[in-house]
């Protein structure tokens, strides 16, 4: 089976920068995704990594290890728009995505 | 627009009804995943469809199934619903690089 954690919840301020560390464990890994989903919606894409080191897409950067199963999702300069859930998703033998609870996300003025 | 179309997008039904839910994946993707989401919860995954065949099952409870027909769309199936149904149904397709997810069916169980 898999395990998948992330924090539930976290709090910063407007214009910092804000870390979201998931842990997984798996059989037959194949990519961690990080998608972002405000409440009532669908979840939006944001990144992916299959090999270890750091992706960048403007103010969203990924970091993948997958010898320590460990990944986690940097929100730079953050605006009160990224207010939302962030999930981890794990790609295992299948390509069955898994998801973790999700991080929620506040951003305060 | 995603490309992954579903309906209804809202279903309010009473217990011990049956209901379907559609989705469309985009045009090209093979595959459709279907999950639920309660209230305040991750994403479960439910059953996996590939061009028709069933791929793979999560914890899918037994009064739901599932199928994905030729034309590559798929239904999923709840039967003698409980108040515990009640939550949104994403379905998803996937290309090599990711997987891109319809807009939900919020069901509420009455």
């Known amino acids: 089976g898999q395990n998948i954690d992330q924090p539930t919840e976290m709090t910063a301020t407007e214009g910092a920068i804000v870390q979201i560390n998931c842990t997984y464990q798996?059989?037959?890994?194949?990519?961690l995704f990080w998608y972002q989903q405000h409440a009532g919606e669908a979840p939006t894409f944001l990144s992916y990594n299959v090999l270890d080191g750091l992706e960048e897409k403007g103010r969203f950067s990924s970091f993948l290890s997958r010898s320590k199963g460990y990944s986690y999702l940097l929100l730079k300069e953050l605006q009160m728009k990224d207010s939302a859930s962030y999930l981890c998703a794990v790609r295992a033998a299948g390509n069955k995505l898994t998801f973790g609870g999700g991080t929620r996300v506040l951003v305060k003025p | 627009d995603s490309g992954v179309t579903q309906t209804p997008k809202h279903l309010i039904t009473a217990t011990g009804q049956r209901v379907t839910l559609r989705c469309s994946p985009r045009s090209g993707d093979l595959s459709v995943y279907w999950y639920q989401q309660s209230l305040d919860q991750g994403l479960q995954f439910l059953i996996q469809y590939y061009n028709g065949e069933e791929r793979a099952k999560g914890n899918i409870l037994e009064r739901f199934s599932a199928q994905q027909f030729p034309d590559l769309h798929s239904e999923l199936n709840l039967s003698s619903l409980e108040l515990g149904d009640s939550a949104l149904y994403f379905c998803?397709?996937?290309?090599?690089?990711?997987?891109?997810f319809g807009s939900g069916t919020r069901l509420t169980v009455v």
């Open positions: 998803a397709s996937s290309d090599p690089t990711g997987y891109t």
């Open positions: 798996t059989s037959g890994f194949n990519g």
